[in-house]
């Protein structure tokens, strides 16, 4: 039904508990999908062969070493059994009616995603039966919190229908934003999955990301991912979504219901006359966040 493929980080210490986490989330879906982790980090290989999914271990990566997603959408392509393609983060945990919820939409082609809750995990957990996978979900809801619209972990998308990825860098801002934005830009349907599926993304450090400064996942990396698509696309969230799944079904997100900020994005990114538009309202949103009281937000 799907194919689900991932660029796991070294399987070690607290990142491999919850990555482990992760992939036996995904294994528990019903029905069963076909699993692909690329790249060579520690303990890939040994978890592939453990779990019995696919592993591919060569990338193109950048100066840094860091995995490229054109490489991985293109061999991810090349390589799954199904029509449709779920790329995730390897430390998201998905609930059981992920694949559903897939199921429920039409479209010949689409993208789906949604926001994620955050959620502190430090032990591996066990997703052996429908009963304990559903005992976790609750717990995680009970625990986590529901992360801003930028909060984007996952995207199942229409195998060919996006075309080429420019080369970003994984796990850094920005290509999840382009990835909105370039469906819309082709008219495919986006689908905001939120109010039927919620992801759950286990905490950890960014110690990994090379030079980094500022907020945890700044630095190089995120200013060539950003330059890649420009001062527009990457103000595309899951609040440009034109279609929501909801408990009563899909449903239209008509473009009046989108806020004023992804209202004049839209316009300005597709139409050049309402360019003159987004400075203002732009910096209407930033003095009105500067406004609000300080909220959680992702460590």
Not at 167 to 174: A, K
Not at 176 to 204: C, E, G, K
Not at 244 to 252: A, D, F, I, Q, S
Request: some cysteine.
């Amino acid at each position: 039904m799907l194919s689900i493929f991932t660029i796991p980080k070294p399987f070690v210490g607290h990142i491999g508990i919850i990555q482990r986490n992760a992939l036996k989330s995904w294994l528990a879906l019903r029905p069963s999908c076909e699993i692909m982790l690329f790249g060579d980090e520690a303990g890939t290989a040994t978890c592939a062969s453990e779990f019995g999914l696919r592993h591919m271990p060569e990338l193109a990566c950048n100066d840094f070493g860091t995995p490229l997603l054109n490489d991985t959408f293109e061999r991810a392509e090349a390589a799954a059994g199904h029509r449709h393609l779920c790329y995730i983060n390897a430390d998201i945990i998905l609930p059981l009616a992920f694949t559903s919820a897939v199921k429920q939409i039409p479209f010949p082609a689409f993208l789906m995603t949604g926001q994620r809750m955050q959620v502190e995990v430090d032990a591996e957990l066990d997703f052996s039966n429908p009963e304990r996978a559903r005992a976790i979900e609750t717990d995680l809801a009970s625990r986590g919190w529901l992360l801003p619209p930028t909060g984007t972990d996952y995207f199942v998308y229409t195998k060919g229908a996006l075309g080429e990825l420019p080369p970003f860098t994984v796990g850094r801002p920005g290509w999840d934003n382009w990835m909105v934005f370039r469906a819309r830009q082709l008219r495919i349907p986006v689908v905001d999955a939120t109010a039927q599926v919620l992801s759950y993304h286990q905490n950890h450090d960014y110690a990994h990301v090379p030079e980094a400064s500022g907020r945890a996942w700044e630095g190089p990396e995120a200013d060539s991912n950003r330059a890649l698509i420009g001062p527009l696309a990457i103000e595309f969230t899951r609040k440009a979504a034109n279609w929501r799944l909801t408990p009563e079904g899909l449903v239209r997100h008509h473009w009046w219901n989108r806020g004023p900020v992804t209202i004049v994005t839209e316009l300005a990114a597709f139409h050049p006359w309402a360019r003159p538009l987004v400075p203002p309202v732009y910096a209407l949103r930033d003095i009105r966040a500067r406004r609000r009281p300080a909220s959680r937000s992702k460590k």
